[in-house]
């Protein structure tokens, strides 16, 4: 079941940061520079789709930029593609090295290299959280 009157919370989120880059690709719906590599190709995904979008939604936050973007699916395809990213050291070299190595595993080209499950995403971020890890990433 969808929440909000069947309006899928990440339309909302893409509504909340500004986003009218909304797009259908078959029976896909969202924004593109929310989509996984995978998913911008059309193929099939799973939970770690997900957590690649969860990964640019933290990058956004602290950033207020988008790892890949483009200003459609197949801008944001063709940039996958190139291997086309902006790095979050590159942005903001004052977050913590734990929180850099978390956003960068979620955002990994190949699903297979993120985390397999949200609450393994939530560990890592939680470890961050923990006193002592205030050392930068290189």
Do not use: N, W
Not at 30 to 56: C, H, K, N, W
Not at 58 to 78: I, K, Q, W
Request: no cysteine; net charge negative; charged share 25%.
């Amino acid at each position: 079941a969808l929440p909000r009157g069947g309006v899928p919370v990440a339309i909302e989120v893409a509504r909340a940061l500004g986003s009218e880059r909304m797009t259908l690709l078959g029976q896909l719906v969202g924004t593109p520079d929310f989509m996984s590599p995978e998913q911008v190709r059309g193929e099939e995904i799973d939970s770690r789709a997900d957590i690649y979008s969860l990964g640019t939604l933290l990058f956004y936050l602290v950033t207020a930029r988008y790892p890949v973007s483009g200003r459609t699916v197949d801008e944001v395809r063709e940039a996958h593609a190139r291997g086309e990213y902006t790095r979050l050291r590159d942005l903001r070299a004052d977050v913590p090295a734990g929180f850099v190595r978390a956003i960068e595993q979620a955002l990994a080209v190949i699903p297979h290299e993120r985390f397999k499950t949200a609450g393994e995403m939530e560990s890592a971020l939680e470890a961050v959280a923990a006193p002592g890890d205030a050392q930068h990433a290189p």
